[in-house]
DNA sequence: CAACTGTTATATGTATTATATAACAGTTGG
DNA sequence: CCAACTGTTATATAATACATATAACAGTTG
């Protein structure tokens, strides 16, 4: 379980976040596993105990995990359908706003599905 | 020239912009036509002249308008084709992020297209 | 009970957004 | 010329988000 962050703009409680999803969904952290204590992942990445209880907070409200004082924090998917729904809609969202976009700049549906083509192509090849 | 900001989470320079922005793409406001005054807008829309001015700026920047001192700001589409291909990078950034997610949570290529064709046909008849 | 877990309170610091007020500066019509 | 418009700049204030440090509190377990 390795997580990088770096000073990019993005909050570094959402890059935590982001890369124990990945983990968490691509079965790197498989149910009932427990995460990185709070405080060892902060001396880890080197950031505050704080910014990454504000990550698993997050990640419990959504679903993720499960915390319990003086244990730790585990995985937990049962809410995976429930997830896959609020992520779709996250998709839908940013469609929307690509739809916005290329329909005042007179860019086409064609133009926008070659795109998704290659890059999912070029995606396939890492 | 109707403009509608709300408190919705994007601040208000960032909807005056958008909205201009529209409006000029659209041929609501044409080249080298005249935008309303800061100190009017700002009346109008019953928000700081500061904020308006934020967003005339940044117009400004981006090649939408160009402002002179004493007598306004004023559409300029000198850019047009740098400010499509900064939009294409836009759109081609939100793609990227649908991609990481949709990978992520098996969502294949086609659900994402037929996604775009439907979206792309319900905008036509609004 | 020591050594881990997570929790909470307090305080500090930076950046962004938004505001009000006021003074400064360029343009233009009467 | 000057009044009445334009935009510009400085100062100050305030809310919010992000991130930090420190310290005390609380639950779990060998």
Same mark, same amino acid.
């Given at each position: 379980m390795k997580i990088i962050i770096s @000073? @990019?703009?993005?909050?570094f409680y959402e890059q935590v976040k982001e890369a124990l999803i990945t983990a968490i969904i691509t079965g790197d952290l498989k149910e009932d596993e427990i995460l990185p204590s709070i405080r060892s992942l902060a001396k880890d990445l080197r950031i505050s105990v704080l910014t990454i209880k504000k990550a698993y907070d997050e990640l419990e409200k959504e679903g993720y995990i499960i915390t319990k004082q003086g244990k730790g924090s585990f995985v937990s998917l049962q809410n995976l359908e429930l997830i896959k729904e609020l992520k779709q809609q996250e998709i839908e969202k940013y469609l929307t706003k690509i739809i916005e976009i290329a329909k005042l700049y007179n860019i086409s549906e064609e133009e926008i599905i070659d795109l998704i083509k290659y890059l999912f192509r070029s995606d396939k090849n890492e």
């Amino acid at each position: 379980m390795k997580i990088i962050i770096s @000073n @990019n703009g993005t909050p570094f409680y959402e890059q935590v976040k982001e890369a124990l999803i990945t983990a968490i969904i691509t079965g790197d952290l498989k149910e009932d596993e427990i995460l990185p204590s709070i405080r060892s992942l902060a001396k880890d990445l080197r950031i505050s105990v704080l910014t990454i209880k504000k990550a698993y907070d997050e990640l419990e409200k959504e679903g993720y995990i499960i915390t319990k004082q003086g244990k730790g924090s585990f995985v937990s998917l049962q809410n995976l359908e429930l997830i896959k729904e609020l992520k779709q809609q996250e998709i839908e969202k940013y469609l929307t706003k690509i739809i916005e976009i290329a329909k005042l700049y007179n860019i086409s549906e064609e133009e926008i599905i070659d795109l998704i083509k290659y890059l999912f192509r070029s995606d396939k090849n890492e």
